[in-house]
């Protein structure tokens, strides 16, 4: 659990804009037991069991003979199905930044029931559905807020959709930070391991795991839709007494 017990460079995605952290998959869809995992700090999974490669451990011998390949196992080879995938993405997308290419990646997985709780995205990448051009984002949050009385602390708001108020979104992203939240301090702020979005219109709501000590933050909720496009919610900010 890369949450728990982190591990480098791979944690650096919960930093970098230009960091993704890929588990690894088998064929029947569930994640490698060797591999990586964390709901927080690991982005998503692609296939990483059995994928057939070139070597050139035999130069005598010409690439693409049966001699010449192997298969292979580990979140490497995953990693570098993600790096292939990127590169299509900035091939269709010469102008993408790379935070949205990691947005593109996230949103447009394949949901896995096995990943759901083990993975930002909850999912397996798709190289189709990372191509596909949607330029409406979700319709912003503006009822962020507290449960009252709720303990631990608890936050809520109202669902908004994959096209404006239309569908269902993909994933969210909430953060904490002693401080107002902005573009140059975000990836600072503290991450809330929350639920996956609703259909438009639905309540929300996800506790925070972590004690509080008494002091002002602010939380901040950005929702994503199946490319990346984002809106964020309004920020709250919250007073916990000494």
């Given at each position: 659990?890369?949450?728990?017990?982190?591990?480098?460079?791979?944690?650096?995605?919960?930093?970098?804009?230009?960091?993704?952290?890929?588990?690894?998959?088998?064929?029947?869809?569930?994640?490698a037991g060797f591999s990586n995992f964390g709901?927080?700090?690991?982005?998503?999974?692609?296939?990483?069991?059995?994928?057939?490669?070139?070597?050139?451990?035999?130069?005598?011998?010409p690439l693409g003979y049966a001699s010449g390949?192997?298969?292979?196992?580990?979140?490497?080879?995953?990693?570098?199905?993600?790096?292939?995938?990127?590169?299509?993405?900035?091939?269709?997308?010469?102008?993408?930044?790379?935070?949205?290419?990691?947005?593109?990646?996230?949103?447009?997985?394949?949901?896995?029931?096995?990943?759901?709780?083990?993975?930002?995205?909850?999912?397996?990448?798709?190289?189709?559905?990372?191509?596909?051009?949607?330029?409406?984002?979700?319709?912003?949050?503006?009822?962020?807020?507290?449960?009252?009385?709720?303990?631990?602390?608890?936050?809520?708001?109202?669902?908004?959709?994959?096209?404006?108020?239309?569908?269902?979104?993909?994933?969210?992203?909430?953060?904490?930070?002693?401080?107002?939240?902005?573009?140059?301090?975000?990836?600072?702020?503290?991450?809330?391991?929350?639920?996956?979005?609703?259909?438009?219109?639905?309540?929300?709501?996800?506790?925070?795991?972590?004690?509080?000590?008494?002091?002002?933050?602010?939380?901040?909720?950005?929702?994503?839709?199946?490319?990346?496009?984002?809106?964020?919610?309004?920020?709250?900010?919250?007073?916990?007494?000494?």
């Amino acid at each position: 659990n890369n949450d728990e017990s982190p591990f480098y460079p791979s944690n650096l995605s919960l930093t970098l804009d230009n960091v993704v952290a890929v588990a690894a998959t088998d064929r029947l869809n569930q994640l490698a037991g060797f591999s990586n995992f964390g709901p927080d700090s690991v982005d998503l999974g692609a296939p990483g069991v059995g994928i057939l490669s070139l070597t050139s451990r035999d130069p005598s011998v010409p690439l693409g003979y049966a001699s010449g390949l192997f298969s292979g196992n580990g979140t490497s080879p995953a990693a570098a199905i993600v790096s292939g995938i990127a590169a299509l993405i900035y091939s269709e997308f010469p102008q993408i930044t790379p935070l949205e290419v990691k947005r593109r990646l996230r949103g447009s997985v394949d949901r896995l029931p096995v990943l759901l709780p083990l993975t930002v995205s909850g999912g397996r990448v798709n190289a189709f559905r990372a191509l596909e051009r949607d330029e409406v984002p979700p319709a912003p949050i503006t009822d962020l807020r507290l449960v009252d009385g709720a303990s631990p602390l608890t936050l809520t708001w109202t669902a908004t959709g994959d096209d404006g108020q239309e569908g269902q979104a993909m994933f969210y992203e909430i953060r904490y930070l002693t401080e107002p939240i902005t573009s140059s301090n975000i990836r600072f702020a503290q991450p809330v391991n929350g639920s996956f979005p609703q259909p438009a219109g639905a309540t929300e709501t996800v506790a925070v795991p972590a004690k509080l000590s008494p002091g002002t933050y602010y939380f901040l909720l950005h929702v994503f839709d199946n490319v990346g496009n984002m809106t964020e919610s309004n920020q709250l900010e919250v007073v916990i007494p000494g």
